[in-house]
């Protein structure tokens, strides 16, 4: 795929979606990573209920570490693996307090010292929390890039490198957005909605339906 063609992708997926941004509901970069850390494996609006149950009663690593695990896990408990998640969230609350005064850190390096987040959750919260642009790579996005060519790679890590050089700079803040609500509702993963899809003409998927 050339370098125009992507242009034009993302120009039209920004006038589709002109303010993209994460479903999950958060109102601090903790929020959010705790939102984040209890979303593997779970859809955002599970996520979200517990957050709405959670957040009112802590939303601090301070508040989490004061709850203690057995509450916090009555919290969560309507998400699948919650007690996992539960144990990490602690430990990162501990980590969080002891090493970077309960901030939530704004480095790659530091945020993969975290309990249970990974390269693709840290790319998250340096993007949506502090603004960052840098592309979290999903299953969704992984999807997109492969189907439609922008960004084709074997593994996630490949194609977030190439989403990075090839994404025009104006589009790469939002770009994770983009691709993984296009991703969610139009490229989804059985049978792509090409018939309703923004960018169809320039997608260069060879299978394309007519499914909208």
Same mark, same amino acid.
């Given at each position: 795929?050339?370098?125009?063609? !992507?242009? $034009? +992708?993302?120009?039209?997926?920004? #006038?589709?979606?002109?303010?993209?941004?994460?479903? &999950?509901?958060?109102?601090?970069?903790?929020?959010?990573?705790?939102?984040?850390?209890?979303?593997?494996?779970?859809? *955002?609006?599970?996520?979200? /209920?517990?957050?709405?149950?959670?957040?009112?009663? $802590?939303?601090?690593?301070?508040?989490?570490?004061?709850?203690?695990?057995?509450?916090?896990? @009555?919290?969560?408990? =309507?998400? %699948?693996?919650?007690?996992?998640?539960?144990?990490?969230?602690? /430990?990162?609350?501990?980590?969080?307090? #002891?090493?970077? %005064?309960? @901030?939530?850190?704004?480095?790659?390096?530091?945020?993969?010292? &975290?309990?249970?987040?990974?390269?693709?959750?840290?790319?998250? +919260?340096?993007?949506?929390?502090?603004?960052?642009?840098?592309?979290?790579?999903?299953?969704? +996005?992984? !999807?997109?890039?492969?189907?439609?060519?922008?960004?084709? %790679?074997?593994?996630?890590? @490949?194609?977030?490198?190439?989403?990075?050089?090839?994404?025009? /700079? #104006?589009?790469?803040?939002?770009?994770?957005?983009?691709?993984?609500?296009?991703?969610?509702? =139009?490229?989804? $993963?059985? /049978?792509?909605?090409? %018939?309703?899809?923004? +960018?169809?003409?320039?997608?260069?998927?060879? *299978?394309?339906?007519?499914?909208?």
């Amino acid at each position: 795929m050339n370098a125009q063609k !992507r242009q $034009a +992708i993302f120009a039209r997926l920004r #006038e589709h979606t002109p303010t993209p941004t994460t479903e &999950l509901r958060w109102t601090s970069p903790f929020e959010l990573l705790t939102a984040v850390l209890l979303s593997a494996q779970a859809t *955002d609006v599970s996520v979200n /209920k517990a957050c709405a149950r959670l957040f009112p009663i $802590a939303n601090t690593p301070e508040a989490i570490l004061e709850l203690g695990l057995e509450r916090l896990k @009555e919290h969560i408990k =309507t998400i %699948g693996l919650y007690n996992n998640k539960a144990k990490n969230l602690m /430990k990162t609350c501990q980590l969080l307090v #002891e090493h970077h %005064g309960g @901030e939530v850190p704004q480095t790659r390096a530091e945020l993969e010292t &975290l309990p249970g987040v990974g390269r693709k959750t840290a790319n998250v +919260i340096l993007n949506t929390a502090f603004g960052q642009p840098t592309i979290a790579v999903d299953t969704h +996005i992984f !999807r997109v890039c492969n189907r439609t060519r922008i960004a084709p %790679g074997k593994n996630v890590v @490949e194609v977030e490198q190439k989403l990075m050089r090839h994404v025009p /700079k #104006e589009f790469r803040q939002d770009a994770h957005h983009w691709l993984i609500l296009h991703g969610r509702y =139009t490229c989804v $993963a059985r /049978k792509p909605r090409c %018939g309703s899809c923004v +960018i169809e003409d320039l997608c260069e998927y060879p *299978d394309k339906t007519e499914i909208t």
